[in-house]
Nanobody, 119 residues
């Protein structure tokens, strides 16, 4: 079993950067594929990107490709979402999810952290 705690959200101006953290306990993050999603009010949940058990980021949504990077620090048992060149449309609650063994079932979700990008 793994539990996730997210942090790092906040308010930034367009063009700024934030790094979100997803700290895991109970199991090591290396045992899981880790996904990032986001959801803005009144909109459907959107896939942002993921990193596999191999520590290689698999892919990113077109809307964030080239601006966002997912990384893993096994020593700190934490997965990061580095967000650069932020746009107002990036405003959303960001969630991380863990999939044991890289399967389709999510074993845990973070509580979410708010990211707000002002014009």
């Amino acid at each position: 079993q793994v539990q996730l705690v997210e942090s790092g959200g906040g308010l930034v101006q367009a063009g700024g950067s934030l790094r979100l953290s997803c700290a895991a306990s109970g199991r090591t993050v290396s045992s899981y594929a880790m996904d990032w999603f986001r959801q803005a009010p009144g909109k459907e949940r959107e896939f942002v990107g993921n990193i596999g058990r191999s520590d290689v980021s698999a892919y990113y949504a077109d809307s964030v490709k080239g601006r966002f990077t997912i990384s893993r620090d096994n020593a700190k048992n934490t997965v990061y979402l580095q967000m650069n060149s932020l746009k107002p449309e990036d405003t959303a609650v960001y969630y991380c999810g863990a999939r044991m063994g890289g399967g389709s079932t999510y074993d845990a979700w973070g509580q979410g952290t708010q990211v707000t990008v002002s014009s």
